[in-house]
């Protein structure tokens, strides 16, 4: 199990186990309910390619590695809006989360996101999970325009233009990876109770 | 003046690569997607997650 930011996924390459480069990461799409990362779009690997029509679910992933994301072999890859309705919801708005303003339950601006963090499970059969989000932070956090990591709960709400968390979220902040695996734990421990 | 015309032909395929490759790196750009809208009445496909 391991953290990692998105923008660390975008543009890896995708290849297959016979070595064949076969596009690239372009978004991460996530559910809100549950925060679960439903699998990528792609975008080709020529310089003048575009995004393609076929996307990666997470559950075709082999190995999620520090240089590519590794797949079997093409025929995994499946219509981009199957991995988009995977991900949708009911009641969903929809939209890129990064530059989305974070503001509490109480209405509090904490800042804008600039990056979102996944846990990462084995692949083959685990989870991959948005946990928090990287925000430039507002004064209500006492150090504007620093980068701060703030944890979420296990269930989101979120749509393109507001992304909500509770206000106890304030106090778990964390300025780096390294103690943020701890800080998201605490915060959803609390969140569940002494109960 | 032939060579007025070819720096001026040259001048606009450049002006052209430029804006291709600038449209063309903006579809590229990642980004993190939530809740994808779903159009209305439309199934769900998937497992869901």
């Given at each position: 199990m391991r953290l990692m930011r998105t923008s660390e996924v975008t543009k890896r390459p995708v290849v297959t186990f016979s070595g064949e480069d076969i596009a690239q990461i372009k978004d991460v799409v996530y559910s809100a309910g549950g925060g679960a990362v439903g699998g990528f779009t792609l975008a080709g690997r020529g310089m003048f390619s575009g995004p393609l029509k076929q996307g990666l679910a997470w559950s075709s992933v082999a190995a999620l590695g520090a240089d590519a994301v590794m797949v079997?072999?093409?025929?995994?890859l499946e219509p981009t809006q199957s991995i988009l309705d995977a991900s949708a919801s009911s009641g969903g708005s929809g939209g890129d989360v990064l530059g989305s303003q974070v503001l509490t339950d109480s209405g509090v601006a904490l800042g804008t996101v600039v990056d979102v963090i996944i846990q990462v499970d084995q692949p083959a059969g685990g989870q991959c999970d948005v946990v928090g989000y990287e925000i430039e932070a507002s004064e209500a956090l006492g150090s504007k325009g620093t980068r701060v990591l703030m944890p979420l709960p296990d269930t989101l709400a979120a749509s393109g233009e507001h992304l909500m968390v509770p206000a106890a979220a304030k106090d778990f902040v964390a300025q780096d990876l390294a103690g943020f695996g701890a800080a998201v734990l605490a915060f959803r421990a609390q969140l569940e109770g002494p109960g | 003046m032939w060579w007025v015309w070819v720096i001026v032909a040259l001048v606009v395929i450049a002006l052209v690569v430029a804006a291709v490759l600038l449209v063309q790196s903006r579809r590229r750009r990642g980004g993190v997607i939530v809740d994808p809208t779903r159009p209305a009445g439309r199934p769900r496909r998937g497992g869901g997650v």
């Open positions: 079997r072999d093409e025929t995994v | -």
